[in-house]
């Protein structure tokens, strides 16, 4: 499959997030969870042209995924998609202009169809993305699934998840650091409910049934520092996944672009 799509994650974890995904026509950004200063040191890194972004997706109200929005908001003059349930759980979003999507919703952007799917989070209609070019005759040339903040994967979910390219899915805790550490018990239950995080055993356990052969490359998303470690979830990961493709991990502060 050729590339045509490429995501670059500029922070995943539990003090803030931010993503942007490459088209053929432009870039989108995947929740503002950090500051704009952030967010432009961290694509420059990266070597990333922000003059190309044309919109951005909020895929729920939580501090760590719009906490940057408000001054990102005031220099972009792009669309902002959010369901309704994301514009009115926070008033720090009160005054901006959204498109407002359903939780199942499909727009074309940037060169690529974006299918959002329902997740399941302690928030108002939070959402996955599942982004694909397609050919002429809706044929998938590349696709990027991404889903995060979420206790459980929806039918919904696997479906629009199966066969990705680029996975991006989130490993959260391992269950026995998570048992076992520093959290207290109300906390450790939200966490490890279904509507709180993904497990790395989660994850796994849901690789068979999303991974093809058109699969080459899985990222570990939204690391917990306290719960979890990224060589824990990577090798959690590759017990599930086949030997030929690659399993990465998000970090919060290392920005990392994805071909």
Request: proline fraction near 5%; hydrophobic fraction near 40%.
């Amino acid at each position: 499959m050729q590339p045509l799509i490429h995501l670059h994650i500029l922070a995943s974890g539990s003090k803030g997030n931010a993503a942007l995904v490459e088209g053929p026509e432009g870039i989108v950004l995947v929740d503002c969870g950090i500051s704009r200063k952030q967010l432009l040191l961290r694509a420059a890194e990266l070597d990333v042209d922000l003059a190309r972004l044309k919109a951005a997706f909020f895929t729920h109200e939580h501090g760590d995924h719009i906490r940057g929005l408000p001054v990102f908001a005031k220099r972009f003059s792009g669309p902002l998609y959010a369901t309704s349930g994301t514009i009115g759980g926070s008033s720090s979003l009160a005054g901006l202009s959204f498109v407002r999507l359903k939780r199942e919703d499909k727009i074309s952007v940037a060169g690529m169809r974006v299918h959002t799917f329902p997740t399941s989070h302690d928030v108002n209609d939070p959402f996955g993305l599942h982004f694909t070019v397609e050919d002429s005759d809706g044929g998938t040339l590349d696709s990027v699934g991404w889903c995060t903040d979420t206790g459980f994967l929806t039918e919904v979910a696997l479906k629009e998840l199966r066969g990705c390219r680029v996975l991006g899915i989130e490993a959260n805790h391992d269950v026995h650091m998570l048992a076992t550490g520093p959290y207290p018990s109300y906390l450790k239950a939200r966490v490890g409910g279904k509507y709180g995080h993904l497990s790395n055993e989660q994850a796994a356990e849901a690789l068979p049934q999303l991974v093809t052969s058109e699969t080459t490359t899985i990222v570990a998303l939204h690391i917990s520092e306290k719960n979890n470690l990224p060589s824990v979830a990577r090798k959690t990961l590759q017990t599930a996944a086949p030997d030929d493709v690659e399993i990465l991990v998000a970090g919060q502060n290392r920005p990392m672009t994805v071909w």
